[in-house]
């Protein structure tokens, strides 16, 4: 099931790269489905692991409030000028730390 996945992406990212692919709205589409197959192909991997180790309940709980706290951070984090600006806060901290040693 990796290896499908694998060769999936790997086959989108040659026709991206043979640039055959010239609408922007395509490439966006390609995009958010390669990212549903990889979140779906990790999803089936792990799934049978938590439920022989957590049970059928306990592994749905534990599964939905992993998706309700996606949710809320990236609720939270939707805002793509605070998200650009933590990021250069942390760079910037990273660089001043450089700089003291």
């Known amino acids: 099931l990796t290896l499908v996945g694998?060769?999936?992406t790997g086959a989108?990212?040659?026709?991206?790269?043979?640039d055959a692919v010239r609408s922007e709205a395509l490439t966006a589409w390609l995009q958010g489905f390669a990212a549903g197959?990889?979140?779906?192909?990790?999803f089936a991997?792990?799934?049978p692991e938590a439920v022989a180790a957590l049970g059928v309940e306990h592994s749905n709980v534990a599964f939905f409030a992993g998706a309700a706290f996606f949710?809320?951070?990236?609720?939270?984090?939707?805002?793509?000028e605070l998200?650009?600006?933590?990021?250069?806060?942390l760079?910037?901290?990273d660089d001043d730390d450089d700089a003291d040693a």
Not at 37 to 42: G, P, S
């Open 71 to 80: 949710a809320l951070v990236s609720k939270g984090l939707g805002n793509a």
């Open 12 to 18: 989108g990212a040659l026709v991206v790269f043979c």
């Open 37 to 42: 197959a990889m979140l779906y192909l990790a």
């Open 45 to 47: 991997d792990l799934l």
């Open 83 to 89: 998200i650009g600006f933590c990021l250069r806060r």
């Open 6 to 8: 694998s060769l999936a």
């Open 91 to 93: 760079i910037d901290d």
